[in-house]
């Protein structure tokens, strides 16, 4: 199996990339957002990961809006769906998509068979 490359880079040479290097390679909606700094809950989302990564535990977090860096991959991250924590598993090809596209908000809908108890314009079932 290949090993996973973002523009011709490891994950591990974009994780000890430093930050104005990383730019060139990465979107430009990540490169202003980057540009501008993170806010203080990114900034302690950031150091919750640093500190999982060495105990071993897993983060809870709100922020789906955070874009995935290098150096979350290999962790399990709960991102909260609106009602629940998803466990989300970082993978290599996940790195600089945002953490929410992972963790779905909407659940599918499954209607049930018409018949009894059904409503009037569905009750009706065809005999063939």
Known sequence: MEEFRFKNKT??????MPADQLLNFVSSGLRRRMK???????KKLIEKVEKARKS???VRTHLREMFILPSFVGLTIKVHNGKEFVPVEIKPNMVFHRLGEFAITVKQVKHGTPGLSATRSSSFVPIK
Not at 11 to 16: A, D, G, I, T
Not at 36 to 42: A, K, L, N, S, V
């Open 11 to 16: 994950v591990e040479e974009l994780s000890n």
């Open 36 to 42: 501008r700094g993170f806010t203080d809950q990114e």
């Open 56 to 58: 071993g535990k897993q």
